[in-house]
Each structure stands twice: as C-alpha cells, then as structure tokens.
C-alpha cells in the first residue's frame, strides 16, 4: 500500500542526500545500459552561461537512472524513451523538467535561484528549508569549513556566524575556546551552548582533572576533525532551541556530518603541512637595565636594606647572563595532517568513511598535540519502508600539553616574561638551573616537567526510521557518548627548591552519556496549500562520570615518573563518580499556507535529577510566525526584491548545569582523622534548586536584492533570564563557603545584521559576507541582601551589579605619578592611618572625597563585553584561482592584563617590561611609571586598578586562503579526478592597541570574562595543502 | 491498514520499552553522600565525628602559632605576612589569621553531628553514642573557646544549615553567652566521653580527662579559680597522666601521645601542620626565640638545650617540636601533632589558681614539680617574689619556658591581664581594643549584621 505521498517523502529524502552528495562534489559515474536511445546535453548557468558541474540528472519512472554532469556540464543518459522526462536539480538553482522528444541532445539553462532560501538547514529533530524558517539560525558549510585549516569546530565558528563570539582561552594546540551564543546568560552555571552531533547531544565540558589550573583547559569539540562536517547550524532563539529544553538556554549547536550517497566512490586525500610561530613577542628589560631596576626598587623601600647583591653581581657565574627568556622558548612549530575519506554508495547503502591524523606542535617547546580519528557513517534501505544507519567515530588525542597559564609560579607565561634576564641557564656544574630565588626556569619546565593527557573518546549512534503511514514516518536512535582519559603530571626536583623534591600525579577519567530519542514525523500537504508538519517524540538521557587518581610526592629520582616510585603517597582521596539523568518529552507543530504565511509552536518538557525532587520538570514552549511578505501581490512584481521575510519568535529555555547532587546537600567522604575514616557537609542542601530559565523574543527580518545577488538579514533578540543559579558566598558563620540558589535576574539585548553579496561574477568572480552583531548585557536583579557596597564580588578584577554587565573590572583608578612630594597637596593618605603617598607613588582617585585611599575608593574600571563583533569574508575567484580572505574584529572591549601587573611591578627579582624604563626616578620626575619599591607598604602595584585596563578592540586577518584547482582534463592524466593546491596563513596580521601577546584573550572561561592572565600565546600559521580526489 | 497497526504497536512497543519512570532521575551521590539523611547507622556517626577532628587538623594546621604565640613576647620574626603583621601589632582585617572560616567549619561539623547522632543510633542507648555526642560538644566547645579568646564577641551558632529558611546572617553574641555555652558543652563531655580510648586514638580524642583540662582552662580564663581547681583535681586524679622525666621532655610533641599529653590534634605524613614552617624552616622559619626569652632562662634550666641551639647567640631554629640537634633544612610540612594541653599545663593552671586565692604552699608544691624536672632550684614564696616580682608571675614565668611555643603565651598575657604592659616595649600594643583580632574582611563583606571590632573599625 505505498502512496504516491510516500514515494514523494523518499524522493524528497533522496533529494536531500543528492544534495549532500553534490556539496562533496561527487562525480557519479554514468550508468551505462544500452537500450533504445541515449540523449546528451550540457547544463549550463542561464544567466553566466558557465557550464555547471554535479547537477543531479533524473530520468522519471525509473528507480536507478540518475546521473550527475561532468567538468563541461555535460551528462549522457541511455535507456531513455521519447515522452519520459528528465529532472535537473542542483543546489542553488530552481528545479526544471524536461520531456524527451525526438531531440538527443540538450542544452539546460538552469536558473540560479538564492542558494541559501532553497537550502535546507538541521533543526532540532528534523531539517527545514530556510525559506520556511521562523526561528533564527546561521548556519557554516563545509565549504566554508574547507577554507580553514583550524582544527576545531569552535574556532571555525569564530567571526563567522552572527550573534556567536568565540573567544580563546589557550592558544595552546587543542586548547580551550570560549563560545556564547548571544551572550552569557548564567552567572555560576555553564555559559557554553548545546552541542548535537547528528542528532546526538555531545558532551562539550573537558573532564580533564589535572595539568593546569582552570584557566588553561582543553576543548573537547577538537575530537571532531573539521574535515568531516557537512555544516555547522547554530541555533540561536527560543522557536529553534526550545525544541532542546532545558539545556538550550545557550544557544545550541547542530554539527552534522558527511554521509555517502548513491554513486561511485569517492576517495580524496587532503594533505596539508605548515609552520606556526608566536604573532608578537613582549619586550623585557635586558641584564643592565634590569640590574639598575633591582637596585632601584632597594632604594625605594621603606627601610632601605642592603641590596641582595649576588643577583646583580654580573661576575657571579650564575647571574651574568642577558637572555630573554622568549627566545629560549618560543620557536617555530611544525605541523601537519591528512585526511583520507572514502564516500559512496548505491540504492540500498551509503557509506562515508573517513580517517585522519594531525600532529601539530605548539609554539612553546615540547608542546605537541598528535590526534587519530577516525568515522563510519552508514544507511541502509532495507525494506521500502525501513531505513537503518550507523554512526560511529573514534578519537585518540595525545596532548603534551604546558602548564601555560595561571599567575601561580609554575606558568611558564608568567616565568617566561619575569624570570630576571641575568639567570643562566645551567649551573656551573652543567645541570639545569631550574629554580633561583622563586623563579623557575621556563625552559626546564616545558622540557622536563611532564603534563601529558591521552583521550580515547567513541561516539556512536544507531537509528531506524519506518515509514508508517503515508505521511507518518518513525525514527528512533541509541546513542553513546564515551570519554576515557588517562592524566600524567610530574614536576622534577630540577624545578624545585627543594632538595630532592618532585611530585606526580596520574589520573584517570571515564564519561558516559547515553541514551534514546524516539519520536514520530508527521508532513501532510492539503490542496497544494497548507503544509502541515508535526514532531513528536521522547528521550532520556543518562551521564556518568567517574575519576580515580593518585598523588606522589619524593620520587627517587626525576627519572622515575611513575607513581609506584613516589615514597609518599600525598592524594589517595581521588575517586569521584557522579551520575546525572534527565527525561524528555518533545513536540513541535508547523504550518504554512501557500509558504507564504508560517506559524510554528514547540514544547518540551524536562526532568533532571540534579533538581530538588519538587521542583524537578520544567515545561519550555515556543512558538513563532513568518510571513514571506515577497510571495504577496505587488510585491512579486517588484524586480529589485527577490526575497523579503519577516518572522517572530519567543519561547522559554533553561539551564541545568549545576553540580549533579548540588540541590540535595553533600556529606564528603575522606575527610578523615589520621588513619580514622570520617565524613563531613561540604554543600549545603537546597531543595528548592531548579533550572534557570530563559525566555527570548526574536524579530527577524530577511531580504534578497536583484535575484539575491544581495542577501540580507537581520535580527534583533531580548533575552530575559531568570532564577539565575549561583554560588552564593555565606557567611563562614554557617560552616559553608557559599550555597547553589536560584537567585537574580540577566538580560541580553542584541542585534545581528549579516550581509551576502555576489559583487562580480562570470570569469572573474566576487563574493562578499559580512556580518555584525550587538549584545548587551545586563545584571538586571540581585538578591539584596548578598550585596556589599551595592555588588558582589566576582574573582579578585570583577563585580556583579545591577544595571551594569557580567564583566565589569572594578578597582582604583590610576591618574598618574606624583611628581614631586609635594603635589600631593592634600596630604592623601594609603588608608586612615597610613603614610601619605608621596613622589614617584600612582596618584589614586579619591572618590568619596575623604582624603584617604581605602576599599571605598574603588569604581568601575573597565568592561570586558564589545560593543560589536563579527567578521568579514571575501572570495575572488578567476580562472583555477579561488582565494578567501577573512577578516574578524571585535571593537570596544577592553581587557585586564594581569600580566602586565605581572611584569611591571616588583616582586622579589623579577623582570620588568622596558616600560619601567619611564620610572619615576627622582623628584621632579613627569611620567606614568610610578618608582620601583620593594615590599611596597602602599601595596600599589598589586591593587586592582585601571592602568592594567587596556583597550582590547581588534581587527584581525585571521584567515587567508589562496586554492587553485588544477583542470580536471590535466589531473586526469596522473589518474586524478581532482586536484587542488593550496596555501593557507591564519592569524597573518592583528591590528590592535592591545600591548600582550594577542588580544584574543581569556584566560577564564567562566565568567571572569576579559582577563589576560598568561595563556599559551596565539600563533601565526601558514600552511600548504594538497587535496587529492581518485 | 494492517501495516500501520503493525508497525504503530512496534513503535509503541520500542518507545514503552526506552519508556521510563520518574525514578530514573533519583540519583543518590556515588563517591559522597548525599547531605541529607547522611547519619543512618552508628559507624556513620563515628565518621561524621571523625570529620569534624578532620576540621580541627584544617583549623590548627596554619594559624595556630599566631594565634598563641605570634603576638607574644618569646618569639621573634623576619617575615612579612601574619608574623610581621602580629610581631610589630598592625593586624589589619586581611591578615589569614583574621579568617575564623575554620572554627565555624569545625562548629558546623559538630552540631550536624550533635543533631544526627541520636538518629544513627535510634532509640538504643549505648556507649559509643554517648562518647560520640561528648566529643561533638567537646569540639565544638573547643573551637568557641578559642574564637572568644581571638576575637571577644562572636555569632553563637549551635544548629546545623540545612536550607534557606535559616538565618544566614548571625550577629555576635556576648562573650558571656559564648563561654556558658563553651561550659555546657564541655560538662556534658565530661559526663559522656571515655575515661580513654583503645591505642593509637587515645591522646589524640576527647577524652573526659581532656575536657576537664579545658574546663581548668576555661575556668581560669573566667577567673572562676574555685571551679578551676575543682577541674583540675580531676585531671590529676587521673592516674593515665604523670609528667615525663626531662630525658623524654622533646619527645611529648616529636614522638606525640606521651603519658604528659591530655589532648593533642594528631598528624602524619598525609595530612601535616606548618609546625616545621613557624619553628624550623630551614635557616629561614617563621619564628626564632626572641631575645628577651632567651635571657629569661635561667642558668643550668635542663630545658634549654632542648629548646633551641645553646651554641647559637641567635638560634635559627626551635629545636623543641623535633628534637635536640635537629637540622633538616626540609622545608616540608611536619607530621608531629599539635599538643593542645598537657600535664605540665594543668599543673601550672592549678598553681596559677591557688595563687589566685592566696593559697602559696599549694601553688609552690605545683609549681616545683615542674622546676625540679628542669632541674632548677625548687622556689620559696620569698624567692618567687624576689625573683619574679610575685608567686603569680614565678609561674607564669614558668609556663613561659616551660609551655614556650605551643600556643599558650599569648592567652597567659590575656588571662593575667599583663598584655599590654609586655608588649608595649616591643611593639608600643597600648589599646585593650587592640588586644582582639580584626574580623577578616571578607566575613564582614559577606554578612551585614556583622560589625568590626571596635579597634578596627
């Protein structure tokens, strides 16, 4: 009983994955059987009248017959018969049928239509065309993908997508990226948005537990190569997220893979290798300027001491050096990658196989990052109504990673920049000098301290899909999620000041997600006017996570690194295990008229565990409307416009990223008693926690000019988030730091344009995407009561406070040095009873006028949020040549550099920046460098304060790529289908008034947004690259 | 038709069988357990006890000896931070040891402790459940003693936190009220812990004998010297406690649980004290003997040798809490034990008292006990007074080297209200406001209904 309805549902399916099969640029083989007649033709653009290459060419009636056009645009099909007709489509271009007549041979003129309108995008549970969208989504392509040569998903996405900021935590290789999706909407709880991998939700939060502080982290979306996603969706306003519930009040990002199509298979080989190096280097003070700031700073103090004379005595062996410790460090690192895939498949299988490897060092010695992956993506048809696949994938990471980051002295930034210049390297005696008066030696730690993590991870999902009834399809998936990952550290005696002292630590995690989606499809077309759709479905969801570990402390040696040979076992209280579940149910209505009139509504309800078990299901609908207002009378007629839609959308989301038992209180086994094992509270219990919640209005608007040579697009959100979860510092009067608690209220407001242009075409071709975007931030409530001077405290640079945004630095401010003692004419004071400042001291504001510098003298310093952000692309193409650059920016955000207070105060002996060369020296001196003073009893330099905000705008060629595509007449006679060459320079050129190493920069994650503390600095890459199709 | 209602029930049936019921999201805490209904069964008690002891090794491993000692006279510093901040009296509401986060974490440990105890052990009466709530009372009274003595006023928290719709920001109570509750706590002790524990725990546990040595302590704190004898008597009664000869004198706090010691927070290797950080760091400790309190020993006092490098005019170290000759320039965290009080203590106090009331022989008799071990002449009333200016300050004198560095000196000054009058020589201490610490900061910054001592403010 199959329906022609039905047939049209696979036809449509089948199309779908053509469409696919044509973005991989898939040459099908002609088919060849002999019979009555065979027609050629050529397919060409109608309006360039260039030949167009991969158009699908379909003969009706027949099941097998599709073929797609070669190089020229040609095709050739046999086993034809007059009156049958012929179907051509091709991505970008208007549909068009022909009949056979006696004629065999045709020229096709298809139509170019807005590529992006008959596109379709990933949806949550399904795919939509972007002309029937009502929510608001931007998608990346593996077109776009291919331009790159960055290894990850997230930094792809960065200036390429409107409404997402990306932002790096680590330029470290597998680093950290910081991702918000229209801002940061939570306060203690994850900021980072949902990440679905065909159809599976990924988990996007590195387990890693050792090798480095919280702000140098790893990115687990670097599992995923690149080079195997189809197109990256981000959905951004509550009709598209809701659909995902509780977890989407982020934003959720929909990574879909390739997969095979029908036809010949297809082997491409990518080759590439290339050279990264530091894109600036800082500059330091060399020995005798160094020598002079030390004895400087001795003079200044409050009760002069006698200098430590060995560190500046230049006949000492071991402090007569003059190195910068940059270019001990620093060098150039190679890397490379290939990809091997295979694609293919016929009417019952579709395959898309793929393997790569990368092994790419990082810019500080011995930092390397080698990862294997590794996918199978298979469909079969195995009854005309029953479909199966698998998707499986393997990752194997090894990271021999830095400790890179952090103001703690074991970061290699951080030494790297202050270790005194006049250091040696060796001892006299040849070994290492790993560590003099509290600065350890940068080059001993990246080459002989260990920071090791290797990560296994599996991702697989099985689904079956069953036509039911005509209209009424059926699909459900298992899915798994596995992370394992194995952690080494140790840090050598060399390092330490202590005699034969060294520590290690071994780690081992295990995460598993898995769980089940099944859900029902329904699409009916009545009268050739109302298009009808309808989800509906379920899933839980279940997490585990487990860690085991061990501390070591007095190896007998530096050689021997494992944890049997530590004499003191120090840590044996590492073994956590925690699990987490979740349980859904989802459905989504849509409708349109004539695609002319949208309407579409959404709703899903959660239940987490982590919440108190009254409060645990929360209900998150949507709906939203669209009215394509160009399909109207009068304005069809209209020439100039080709495309106008409106749409509205608002709807609720939440957020459940707390701890897993957070809500119920928490007893901590292991805090013993000497040998005697106890218990104690370590979270307070709160069972009135739940989920935060976000509802979000979005207005869109998208317009297309002159047959869509100019696409335009704009949306403007608010988002109102509230029952913020946070961590809510208590008086230690309760026994507890802090208590989860839903508390406060966040906005964001924003706008986002994007602009698409066809500038040029025919020989000489000209492409252009810009695109912009706006958020602003908001603290909009706070629980009274927690506030202290109006705020609460945030980390030691930020404050939360009503009104203003998450990342606001607040400290003193700076104005500037006395010149003489006697400008500080009012006698102003370090504190009610201190000295008063003096020639050579900052000059404080004094904000509440009471001649003293206090607490109550501080003030907003700084924002770390842009005003506007975004990127711009361009791509020229002429003859074989096809060169992309692209440009990102983020404008009106500013940055506080701990490493500037860093490296420009003095703590013991440590290396300043060459602007202490401007100190004030004497009285009378005109500068902004207050004088150098040891043990400082005005504790200057280590406030929090406005001379280490900077201006943080860039503008930043982040991306060139220059390809040329040998003809396919010359590769065919080494035996290639195809073959491309082509160069590739990221990060070539920054513009910025930012004095660190880059100002993409952030070193938290969280929410300390803003801050440079140090990270693995950012490199300038450039890289060749080879593709080979067989 | 058929079809459709075939493949429907498969559907239904797949979807039936991922189905799942509300007890998919009761996830009770794998590796910890879940806050509440955590005291179920007795050795949950026993845990829970044994965490709030862990609390006690987190309070005393840092701050101790600034508290007790890092404003007082024996001791001198280099070092910037707290030591500087005490020794040269310029507490400021940002020193660590302002932060009482510690107290209030023991404090909280022992009333879920006191709450849920009697839950483990359900209706049942039973030794161990008595032992277990006289040493939760005991620790909780320990750490309010000391809070009272550090900082005067404090918030009397005597409830566990366990939701929102408890008050969060406490104000202070009187120290009067702090100390009755202190009291209370501590007879209660008396009346449930052991006389002693098994092995390995028994100096290192409330014992009732412990909390008589703090009721003498806390008696004499509150000049109640009737009282304080009366605790006193009971602790020497006690025939598990007998002073150690002088050959054994180091070995009270290197090797720990001495027949001397009555209670001490013990420590090991995993879970080590800054002992070694305050006295013998190296060349390069927190503290070395102050000059005054080398002078103040007396000649032939078998104890000096002990307690630092006679040989040395300025000795680097403190030889006491590791022993005679000890020259490990490790700067590694120490694993020796923390004695809190100890016979030679109680002795003292007893003396003290009896002084107090006027009552010489007996205070004499005590007092001697403790010379004649250090091989000093013993004192008559005339000598003590020529000596030492009175009986009281002969034996404060003697808990001065006798008890040097183990966190007393400073509360004797307090106790004897001769504080000022020692430190203002050295570091010009003259407000009794000042004798408290400030309230960190970041206490004050959290609970609004707190005020800063008035000196700070």
Redesign the interface.
Known sequence: ?KSSANQCNLKGLYYVLSLFFLCSNLIFPAIVVAQQKTVTGRVIDATTKSPLLGVTVKLSDTKNVTVSTDQRGGFVLDDVTIGQSITFSFVGYSTQTIKIDSRSSYTIALVAVSNLMEETVVVGYGRQKKRNLTGSIVSVGASEIAKTTLQDPISILQGRAAGVQVSSNSGAPGGEMSIRVRGSSSLNSGNNPLFVVDGIPLESNSISSLNGTENSGLNPMTDINPNDIASIEILKDAASTAIYGSRAANGVVMITTKRGAEGRPEVILNATTGVSSLTRKLSVLNARQYREAVLDSYRGMAKPEEPFYTIIDSLNPMNSGDVDWQDELMRSAKQYKLDLSVRGGNQGTKYAWSSSYLDQDGVILNSNYKRFTSRLNVDFTISD?IRIGQSISYTNAVNNRTNAAGSGNLSIIRSLLIRPPIMSMYLPNGSLNGYMIGQRNPVGMALFSTNLNKSNRIVGSQYVE?D??KDLK?R?NVNLDYISMKEDEFMPSILDY??G?NKGAVRSSGNLTWG?E?Y?TYAKNIANAHNIGAVLG?S?Q?WRYDRTGLDGEYFPSDDIRTLNGAS?????GV?????????SYFGRVTYDYLGKYLLEFNLRTD???RFGRNR?FGFFPSASAGWRFVEEKGIKDLGWLSDGKLRFSLGSTGNEAIG??TS??????G??????????????????LTWETTRQYNLGLELGFFKNRILFSTDAYLKKTKDLLYNV?????????F?T?NIGSIENRGLEFSLQTRNLEGAFSWNTNINVSLNRNKVTSLPK?LL?GGHI?NGAFHILQEGLPIGVFYGWRFLGVYARDEDNTSGLTNGANGPAFVGGDPIWKDINNDNMID?NDREIIGYAEPKYFGGISNDFSYMNFHLNVFFQYSFGNQIYSELNHQRNSIVRYNNLSTDALNRWREQGDQTDFPRLIR?DPKQSDSRVQSRWVEDGSYLKLKNVNLRYSFDPSWSKRIGLRKLDAFVTATNLITWTKYTGFDPDVNSYSGLRVGLDEGSYPQSRTFMLGLILGL | MKNLLKYTFYSLLFLSVCGCSNSLLDKEPISNVSGQGYYKKPSDAQAGVNGIYNGLQALFRQNFAYWGEGRADNIVTRHAGDPAALQQNTLTPVINSARWDNFYTVISRANYAIKYIPQAFGTEDSEQKRQLLGQAHALRALAYFYLVRIWGQVPLVTEPYEGLDQDLFVKKNTEAEVLTKVEADLILATENCASSYSGARNRVMITKGAAYAFLTQLYMWQKKYAQALEMAEKVLADPQYALVPIEDWNNIFVKGSSTESIFEVGYNEVQPNNLRVWYANGSDSDYVPSAGFIASIEPHDLRKPRIYDVSQVQPRKIWKFFGQGFNDESPEPSAGNIVLTRLADILLLKAEAHANLNQPVEALGLLNRIRTRAGLPVLDQNKAQSQFGSLVGSILHERSVELCFEGHRWFDLLRNEIAISTMKPINGLSDKRNLLWPIHEGELLKNPNLQQNEFYR
């Open positions: 009983m109504r069953i039911l009834y059926f459900s202590r005699e002292y089940n099944s029902f379920m839980f279940k003191i076992i120090s840590n044996q073994n956590i295990a925690s699990e987490h579940a979740m349980l239940g987490s565990s645990r897993d038992y119920r209180g928490e007893f901590t086994l805090t013993n008693y000497l040998d005697f094992s106890g218990a104690a509270p370590t979270v307070m219990p709160n069972p009135s510092p208590i008086p230690g009067t309760t026994g507890f730091e208590i608690q009561n202290t405290q607490q043990d």
